[in-house]
């Protein structure tokens, strides 16, 4: 019985060893019906904050987000106009994000998505 118990956790071990991940998952020209682009902007950033990114304007129509947790930190970049923003990728450490597959821990991806739905929240308000 133990020699089994040891196999199938060696077994599991090797499994999370292969694992996958996904691709990078950016949001692009995510259309928006404010027709304001400082609204935009505010939005953007009291979504993000919401979710505990850190939202800092870098030149008008460009926001960086930083998100920690843990050990983990990611750094997009959401570029806006009055009609539009995107979501992209910027840096990330401990997400064993691979430059040539374009792949990333799928953590990310969920990041991305609660924090794009934050963000439409407000716009909506």
Known sequence: ????TVVLLLASLGLVGCRTFPPVHNIEHQAVAVNDQQKVGKA?????????????????????????????QVVVEIPYRADFYS??????????????????????NTWIIYLNRSISAELAN
């Open 87 to 108: 979501i992209l990728y910027k840096d990330s450490e401990n997400l064993r994000y691979d430059n040539k597959k374009g792949t990333i821990h799928p953590r990310y």
């Open 44 to 72: 953007i950033i009291a979504g993000a904050t919401q979710r505990g990114w850190e939202a800092e304007q870098i030149q008008p129509g460009l926001i960086q987000a930083t998100l920690n947790r843990r050990s983990h």
């Open 1 to 4: 019985m133990k020699k089994i």
